[in-house]
């Protein structure tokens, strides 16, 4: 039986780093003897141009038929004039969470060793070995979706709402994938919260605090956010598991990336209770380097290599992607977002990276 699976390429170098990954599945599925079918649909911005929708409902047959959904990225300039609600972001990337409810996002923020140089972190505070968190954020509640939302007039006044609600259930189901996670790590979870202003936040840290109880192994601390964000500049050592409602994981993900240095290197999952996940690189469509074949592929190949993990169970053909491209790097490989023109260091474009690491497979 073959592992269905829907490809969304979306807008600017989301295509490019597609092409890429499929290459390197195309390897896996050779030398595990694992059979993939592959359906490509449209999304973002490119929808929106065919269909005069972000995520039409082709789109929507196919990723309902999938087991595991790889997406590029969405949004460029072109799109950029329209009304907020049509846009491809709040178009196609939230409605797909939505439908699937893909309540649990998993961003690893990784220092490759060949890539310590990147890190914008001083040396005193990074060290000799780089870093390693997972952010786990919570990515269908919230103030992203809490109702009443929306601009309203007030006696000829405006004004804008959102609403940060969050249920016990909601908080509970998360909380434990980050125990679970950190048991395959270094059994330490991060709550982030805002329990001194925000009602939902002081019931996330209760929630928090009742699943930890069943997991008596694993280190949990609370963190304010902007304690949190502070912390994390400050000595990312101390974290290993960040768990985070919607929009502080939000925001913590893209700090924790650039502390990394290479946000090109980042995968992310968003999966549900059936496994069923959507997968794609922490980075967006780059509208500035789109169709220069100079992207790095790098996160969309780890993207898929966390479908393998999580959609799949198949551990063994994840970790050879991860492999292969630590390996890669290595051997001084780098597209221009990595290249420090040092002299062990071969600059190389989409395509060559994508082939090398193929190659390793
Ligand atoms: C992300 C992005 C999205 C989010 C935007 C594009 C809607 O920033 O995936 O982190 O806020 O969730
Ligand atoms: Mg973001």
New binding site residues.
């Given amino acids: 039986m073959a592992y269905k699976i829907a490809v969304l390429p979306g807008d600017g170098i989301g295509v490019e780093v597609m092409e890429e990954a499929l290459k390197v599945l195309d390897k896996i599925s050779s030398k595990f003897q694992i059979e993939f079918e592959f359906r490509e649909a449209l999304i973002g911005g490119a929808a929106i141009d065919a269909k005069g929708d972000a995520f039409p409902e082709e789109t929507k047959e196919i990723c309902d038929w999938a087991d595991a959904i790889l997406f590029g990225a969405v949004?460029g300039p072109k799109w950029e004039s329209l009304p907020p609600e049509k846009q491809p972001?709040?178009a196609a990337?939230?409605p797909i969470r939505k439908r699937y409810e893909l309540f649990a996002?998993l961003r690893p923020a990784i220092v490759f060793d060949a890539l310590i140089e990147s890190s914008p972190l001083k040396r005193e505070i990074l060290g000799d070995k780089g870093f390693d968190i997972l952010v786990v954020r919570e990515?269908t509640g919230g103030i992203?979706f809490g109702k009443p939302k929306g601009i309203f007039d007030e006696n000829g006044k405006k004004k804008g709402i959102d609403t940060l609600i969050y249920y016990d259930w909601e908080i509970e189901r998360i909380a434990r994938i980050a125990f679970e996670a950190s048991l395959k790590r270094k059994k330490k979870v991060a709550s982030i919260d805002k329990a001194n202003v925000l009602n939902a936040m002081v019931l996330w840290r209760e929630i928090v605090n009742k699943v930890a109880k069943k997991y008596p192994e694993v280190e949990l601390s609370h963190y304010l956010v902007d304690n949190a964000a502070m912390q994390l500049i400050r000595d990312p050592h101390q974290f290993d598991v960040i768990l985070a409602g919607?929009m502080f994981g939000?925001i913590l993900?893209?700090e924790a990336a650039m502390l990394t240095g290479s946000i090109g290197m980042l995968p992310?999952a968003s999966i549900n209770e059936s496994k069923k996940g959507l997968y794609e690189p922490?980075h967006?469509s780059a509208p500035d380097i789109a169709g220069k074949g100079i992207a790095n592929p790098c996160a969309m190949i780890l993207s898929a290599a966390m479908m393998l993990r999580y959609s799949f169970d198949m551990e063994e053909a994840a970790k050879a992607i991860e492999k292969a491209v630590e390996e890669t790097l290595n051997e001084g490989f780098r597209t221009a977002d990595l290249y420090k023109k040092k002299e062990q260091e071969i600059l190389v474009g989409t395509k060559e990276m994508g082939t090398r690491i193929a190659e390793k497979i």
């Fill in positions: 949004g972001e709040r990337l939230l996002n990515l992203y919607n939000d993900s893209d992310s922490v967006g």
